[in-house]
C-alpha cells in the first residue's frame, strides 16, 4: 500500500473502490490495528504511527468496524455509558457506582436522544435490529468526544431507507467534526462526502469533488462503468 491522504479537518471525506482495494487496511494502519512499516501518519499535525490504538482513541480520533462491535449482553443504555467513561475522567475502580453518576448517566441519555434509540434504552443490544446496531455503534464511536471519527462501511447490509436514516443521523452527528468514511453505497457517498478518494490495489487513482469523480473515466472504469456512472 502506497496512499498519501490529506483529510482537511471538518470536512467528509469518503473512500471508496472495489473489494481487495486496500480501504479496511488503510482504516487500520490509521487507527493502530495495524503497524506501519513505512511513511507517517499524522492527527492534528502530530504523529501517530506507532501508537496503540487507545493511544490514538485519547489523542481525538475514534472509529468504528465493518462487523458490528458493541457488548450484546449489556443493555443499550449500558454500551452508551461505556463508551463515556473514559473521557469523563473515569479510570479503573471497583468503588464506582455508575447508578448514583448523575452527569454520567444524563450524558449517556443524551447520546441515546441523538441516535433515537432512547425507546431501547433498557434492552440487550444484542437484540436490537441490525440498522439500530449500527446506530449504536455510531453512537459509541463518538461518545469518547473524538474530533476524528472512521466509519467504515456504516450502511452495508441495510435497506434503502435505513440507509437514508443512517445518512441523515451520521450528517447530524458529526456537524462540526472530521469524518472519513468507507463506503461501497454510491448514493450515500455523493449525498455525505465533501471529498472522494478512490483506492484500487493499494493505490489512489483519484481524489476530489464528487461530482469530479462521478465523471472520472478511471473511476468509472474500476467500478465497471456501472456504480459511478
Same mark, same amino acid.
Given at each position: 500500500?502506497?496512499?498519501?491522504?490529506?483529510?482537511?479537518?471538518? &470536512?467528509?471525506?469518503?473512500?471508496?473502490?472495489?473489494?481487495?482495494?486496500?480501504? !479496511?487496511?488503510?482504516?487500520?494502519?490509521?487507527?493502530?490495528?495495524?503497524?506501519?512499516?513505512?511513511?507517517?501518519?499524522?492527527?492534528?499535525?502530530?504523529?501517530?504511527?506507532?501508537?496503540?490504538?487507545?493511544?490514538?482513541?485519547?489523542?481525538?480520533? &475514534?472509529?468504528?468496524?465493518?462487523?458490528?462491535?458493541?457488548? &450484546?449482553?449489556?443493555?443499550?443504555?449500558?454500551?452508551?455509558?461505556?463508551?463515556?467513561?473514559?473521557?469523563?475522567?473515569?479510570?479503573?475502580?471497583?468503588?464506582?457506582?455508575?447508578?448514583?453518576?448523575?452527569?454520567?448517566?444524563?450524558?449517556?441519555?443524551?447520546?441515546?436522544?441523538?441516535?433515537?434509540?432512547?425507546?431501547?434504552?433498557?434492552?440487550?443490544?444484542?437484540?436490537?435490529?441490525?440498522?439500530?446496531?449500527?446506530?449504536?455503534?455510531?453512537? /459509541?464511536?463518538?461518545?469518547?468526544?473524538?474530533?476524528?471519527?472512521?466509519?467504515?462501511?456504516?450502511?452495508?447490509?441495510?435497506?434503502?431507507?435505513?440507509?437514508?436514516?443512517?445518512?441523515?443521523?451520521?450528517?447530524?452527528? !458529526?456537524?462540526?467534526?472530521?469524518?472519513?468514511?468507507?463506503?461501497?453505497?454510491?448514493?450515500?457517498?455523493?449525498?455525505?462526502?465533501?471529498?472522494? !478518494?478512490?483506492?484500487?490495489?493499494?493505490?489512489?487513482?483519484?481524489?476530489?469533488?464528487?461530482?469530479? /469523480?462521478?465523471?472520472?473515466?478511471?473511476?468509472?472504469?474500476?467500478?465497471?462503468? !456501472?456504480?459511478?456512472?
Amino acid at each position: 500500500m502506497g496512499v498519501s491522504l490529506d483529510v482537511a479537518a471538518g &470536512s467528509r471525506h469518503a473512500i471508496i473502490g472495489p473489494n481487495g482495494a486496500g480501504k !479496511t487496511t488503510l482504516f487500520n494502519l490509521i487507527s493502530g490495528r495495524f503497524p506501519a512499516s513505512a511513511g507517517r501518519i499524522e492527527l492534528h499535525g502530530q504523529r501517530i504511527d506507532g501508537l496503540a490504538p487507545h493511544e490514538i482513541t485519547r489523542r481525538g480520533l &475514534s472509529r468504528s468496524f465493518q462487523v458490528t462491535s458493541i457488548f &450484546s449482553r449489556l443493555s443499550v443504555f449500558e454500551n452508551v455509558r461505556c463508551g463515556l467513561l473514559w473521557s469523563r475522567g473515569y479510570r479503573y475502580s471497583f468503588w464506582h457506582l455508575l447508578a448514583r453518576e448523575r452527569a454520567l448517566n444524563d450524558a449517556a441519555e443524551r447520546l441515546l436522544a441523538d441516535v433515537g434509540l432512547e425507546s431501547r434504552r433498557d434492552l440487550p443490544a444484542g437484540l436490537l435490529s441490525y440498522a439500530e446496531q449500527r446506530a449504536l455503534e455510531i453512537g /459509541i464511536t463518538i461518545a469518547g468526544g473524538a474530533d476524528t471519527i472512521l466509519l467504515d462501511e456504516p450502511t452495508a447490509g441495510m435497506s434503502r431507507s435505513e440507509a437514508d436514516h443512517a445518512v441523515d443521523l451520521i450528517r447530524r452527528i !458529526t456537524a462540526g467534526k472530521t469524518l472519513v468514511m468507507v463506503e461501497h453505497d454510491m448514493s450515500v457517498v455523493f449525498d455525505l462526502a465533501d471529498v472522494v !478518494t478512490v483506492l484500487v490495489y493499494g493505490q489512489v487513482i483519484a481524489s476530489g469533488p464528487p461530482a469530479e /469523480i462521478r465523471a472520472n473515466r478511471a473511476v468509472q472504469d474500476a467500478y465497471l462503468g !456501472t456504480e459511478v456512472a
